[in-house]
């Protein structure tokens, strides 16, 4: 019992001291974040990631009407935690072309006033680069007010090696060709033993941070991302935060952080399990708390679930994301949340938790109509 006390006392004063460095706007250290993660006491923690979301975005969670387009499932990489890649002689192997791209954005158009598509695909083994920087320009061309985000910083990567061009040249390609901004994904963790086990062929954690900075330099801003609930430690979450924060000190072109809760259902990783409500709640309030250089930490409904993204908006996120239409990566490893959401039930979400619902673009201008 006196060794319980003692143990609660040391806690209490830890959190007095992080509490301190909060509300006087003093970042955090690692070893405060790594507290965070251990800590039993959800709602002492769950106040102070409130507290400091209320600081920098008030009573304001955004929501951004979006599509999404996931272009091919064919890839050369075989992550052992992606259910979504196929090698081409599966039935359910596909590849869109870029006038499917823009009819099935067509389609979806007609009842919703989209603001964002986000693409994303596997790496295609035979598509060549003018496939990329035609499609951005034919959807440029057909919707001039849709603002792009696509292509991971593995993708990048990927175009860099199939065109012989430099990353910069490849950036600035898609950038010329209607290219808005980069997506978070690819991330995973960045520990790299954990990586070698996970996604042995994708870019290093080091790579995937100088490809964005290297968008940052041309002027596109990207967001910034964690796979958890991959038996990483919480020092390798801690590790990989702060790599991040890092990052975004240099560049500040670091637009939302979003934490990915792993989805284990038909993937290679063996003896896995769903994340907790708790740890997910963690995840979202430490990263707002240690993040002090992110102005936006976005909860992801598609893997957590709707009630608790709901909750998680008291936890330190602002972002709910978008409508989504259609997600396939997660629900491929087992998601049985929506697909997507209409903005009625986004902003009725919102609005359940106290907060005022804003629309937003990709660049998280506000979008008052």
């Not at 993204?309 to 049985?336: C, M, P, R, W």
Request: aromatic fraction near 10%; proline fraction near 3%; include cysteine.
């Amino acid at each position: 019992m006196i060794n319980q006390n003692m143990n609660k006392t040391i806690e209490n004063k830890t959190f007095d001291l992080i509490r301190e460095k909060v509300y006087n706007n003093i970042r955090l250290s690692a070893d405060d974040a790594l507290f965070l993660f251990k800590t039993d006491d959800l709602i002492t923690l769950g106040e102070l990631a409130n507290f400091k979301n209320r600081q920098i975005n008030g009573n304001r969670v955004y929501y951004i009407v979006n599509i999404h387009i996931n272009y091919t499932n064919i890839c050369v990489n075989r992550c052992a935690f992606c259910a979504f890649y196929r090698n081409g002689k599966e039935i359910d192997a596909y590849t869109m072309n870029t006038y499917e791209i823009i009819e099935y954005i067509k389609i979806n158009c007609k009842t919703n006033n989209f603001r964002e598509v986000h693409i994303v695909g596997g790496l295609h083994p035979s598509l060549p680069y003018s496939f990329y920087t035609d499609m951005l320009r034919g959807i440029k061309k057909e919707f001039p007010n849709l603002l792009i985000q696509a292509f991971t910083a593995v993708e990048i990567d990927y175009l860099s090696k199939i065109s012989g061009l430099s990353v910069d040249e490849v950036l600035s390609d898609l950038k010329d060709s209607g290219l808005d901004s980069l997506p978070g994904g690819g991330a995973e963790i960045f520990n790299p033993v954990i990586r070698k086990r996970l996604c042995p062929q994708k870019i290093s954690g080091g790579r995937w941070i100088q490809i964005h900075k290297t968008a940052h330099s041309l002027g596109i801003p990207s967001n910034a991302s964690m796979l958890y609930g991959v038996k990483e430690s919480y020092e390798d979450r801690v590790s990989h935060l702060e790599k991040v924060r890092n990052a975004q000190d240099e560049t500040g072109g670091f637009k939302s952080f979003i934490p990915f809760a792993f989805q284990p259902k038909n993937t290679a990783v063996k003896n896995s399990n769903l994340t907790s409500g708790y740890d997910d709640l963690k995840m979202i309030a430490v990263s707002r708390l240690f993040l002090d250089n992110f102005k936006h930490i976005k909860t992801f409904f598609v893997n957590l679930g709707i009630n608790l993204a709901q909750v998680s908006l008291s936890f330190g996120a602002d972002d709910f994301d978008g409508t989504l239409i259609e997600e396939k990566i997660s629900h491929d490893a087992g998601s049985t949340n929506p697909a997507g959401l209409s903005v009625k039930i986004v902003k009725k979400i919102i609005e359940e938790t106290g907060n005022i619902p804003t629309e937003r673009d990709t660049l998280y201008n506000a979008v008052f109509s």
